[in-house]
């Protein structure tokens, strides 16, 4: 039974969008405030931040006051990742919006929001969302050859020529090459000396 | 799933990579844009990197999908040496994923099922990974090529990683199979010494320090890996030959509880006419004695012996048990098992050899023999003079 939490964005003193929370439920909810490294600040019900191994250790080990900082995480992907949180804690693994949001969530992602989503998740130790992450660039990888994942990476060719050279023909004849035999056809026996079963 | 190339958000996001990366203010020259376009993916953590690539190759399991395997190994370096600490040995995983597995010996508790396509016109040998389970495989991976040249006095098939491709001065040369003149004795070369990159675990004699040691740079050249004769068998022409192979490079204790064979990490392409031929592994000549401990004496090697086949009186014939593998009789059908040192035959078959097409054969193979040293023991069945139809 989780309220009608919602993150809000503290802007200069003025709360935007705010929704007071069901009276029986204010001693149990608690916010957290979150800082990102630009300073722009997200209040976060504790439960979503909880979300986060990293932060929910720092609530456990008495942190109450101020504003979390977190400056391994800017304004856009912390917001992302609160979205994420809101969709998915305290909610089941098989949650059908969980999982529509999860799609949502990674379709038409650029390669470098992928990037900061999986550096902020690793950061604030959120493994579900790291996992989302990684298996979204894993499928990415699925159908692209080696150009095409430099490309999209954004990763230069290291390798020396020779290495080059080696990798081209791995990916070339090695990768490519296979056959059909159109098999089924028996020949008659041919001497008779070695037989099957 | 489509994805959009990395847009504006890329300048924000280098202020989160754990690695430091320039810093995109006022005032740095554009040099810098460059460096932020020129990936955070690059240095993304290796633990991270590896979680990645590790999805992939637990997904892309079987041929044809496991080219994308092969397609993270060649992005750059730091994505190979991923790669390479994730992708398993044969031996291990029952799968074959970058070139080097055909040199590694292959799974330990059953045969990996390959074919051989030969085309009689240009003298050539395909070998191929059977893709299907069906016990007649219909569909194969390409894995090694050969190609016969005749000379004067011998036969030699240069073994080759591309299909089509078989020249000697091929930068795709991998090693070779050379008859004697009476097509009864045959030696398999291998372009790069077996030991190539392989660590040396603590079980192996004598001359380590430490639990493991890297085998030091041997020369490259053509050492013989695989010594094959041909018999009449007692009953001459109108019995099964008889077979066996020395394996140079595997020593007998491979096959007994506990034991490891070579395998080598890193392929080496080369070009055949540069290389020299190397003397016999195991021989006393000084170049051997100075490479590390990995060589032994003769009497250590790994023998294989046909098994030998049984008279069935109904069908008047020599009968063996492919199961189901091998459909057409044939001389050149085999199955090798170890040989102990008392001469005993072990019944684990650990390379079966048949025809069941017309110009098609299935080649079945196991630890510790790798497919490349079956392919040109293979081979050899399809030279030999003796006893032919």
């Known amino acids: 039974m989780a309220s009608e939490a919602v993150a809000v964005k503290i802007q200069e003193g003025v709360a935007v969008d705010a929704v007071v929370p069901a009276a029986s439920e204010t001693s149990a909810q608690r916010k957290i405030l979150l800082k990102s490294v630009e300073g722009e600040e997200f209040l976060v019900d504790e439960l979503f931040a909880r979300g986060s191994k990293m932060i929910s250790n720092m609530i456990d080990d008495g942190f109450t006051e101020g504003a979390i900082p977190l400056p391994n995480v800017t304004a856009p992907v912390l917001s992302k990742v609160v979205e994420y949180w809101k969709h998915h804690v305290g909610k089941s693994e098989t949650d059908k919006d969980a999982r529509e949001f999860d799609r949502a969530f990674v379709k038409d992602a650029s390669s470098s929001v992928l990037f900061d989503i999986i550096m902020a998740a690793n950061y604030l130790d959120c493994k579900p969302l790291l996992d989302l992450a990684c298996q979204a660039v894993a499928d990415a990888i699925r159908d692209m050859n080696v150009e095409q994942v430099r490309g999209f990476f954004g990763i230069t060719n290291d390798f020396t020529p020779e290495e080059e050279a080696a990798v081209l023909e791995e990916n070339r004849e090695w990768s490519n090459a296979l056959t059909v035999t159109g098999n089924g056809q028996k020949e008659s026996n041919e001497g008779g000396n070695i037989v099957l079963p | ?389």
């Open chain 2, 1 to 389: 799933m489509s994805f959009k190339s990395g847009g504006a958000s890329r300048s924000l996001g280098h202020a989160l990579s754990s690695r430091s990366s320039p810093p995109v203010h006022d005032g740095e020259p554009s040099v810098v844009v460059d460096d932020a376009q020129r990936s955070c993916w690059a240095s993304m953590p290796p633990e991270l990197l590896r979680d990645v690539l590790m999805r992939v190759e637990v997904e892309e399991s079987s041929w044809p999908a496991r080219k994308y395997v092969v397609a993270c190994a060649g992005v750059c370096k730091s994505w190979r040496g991923v790669v390479k600490e994730i992708v398993m040995t044969p031996e291990v995983s029952g799968r074959l994923t970058l070139p080097i597995s055909v040199k590694q010996p292959g799974p330990r508790n059953f045969p990996l099922q390959c074919f051989i396509r030969r085309n009689r016109t240009t003298r050539t040998y395909h070998l191929y990974l059977g893709l299907t389970q069906a016990a007649l495989t219909d569909s194969g991976k390409f894995l090694l090529a050969a190609r016969k040249y005749r000379r004067p006095t011998c036969s030699e098939y240069i073994i080759s990683l591309n299909a089509d491709d078989m020249s000697k001065g091929s930068g795709t040369y991998i090693g070779k199979l050379r008859s004697n003149f009476f097509g009864t004795r045959f030696v398999v070369y291998d372009a790069q010494h077996p030991d190539s990159g392989v660590t040396i675990s603590r079980s192996r004699p004598t001359r380590l320090v430490g639990s493991k040691q890297i085998a030091p740079r041997v020369p490259a050249g053509n050492y013989p890996v695989v010594h094959i004769a041909y018999e009449l068998n007692v009953l001459g022409s109108r019995g099964p030959r008889r077979i066996q192979c020395i394996m140079n490079s595997i020593p007998a204790s491979a096959v007994e509880p506990g034991g490891t064979a070579p395998t080598p990490t890193e392929l080496s392409f080369s070009n055949l006419d540069s290389l020299p031929s190397m003397p016999f592994l195991g021989s006393k000549s000084s170049w051997t004695e100075n490479v590390s401990g990995s060589l032994f004496a003769k009497e250590e090697m790994l023998v294989l012996k046909n098994k030998s086949p049984r008279w069935h009186d109904q069908l008047q014939c020599w009968c063996l048990n492919f199961r189901g593998r091998v459909t057409v009789a044939s001389v050149k059908n085999f199955q090798l098992v170890a040989s102990d040192s008392a001469g005993q035959e072990q019944d684990m078959v650990l390379l079966q050899f048949g025809k069941v097409g017309k110009d098609l054969f299935t080649m079945d193979y196991q630890y510790p023999i790798s497919a490349f040293q079956a392919f040109g023991i293979c081979l050899s069945s399809f030279d030999t003079k003796l006893a032919c139809e």
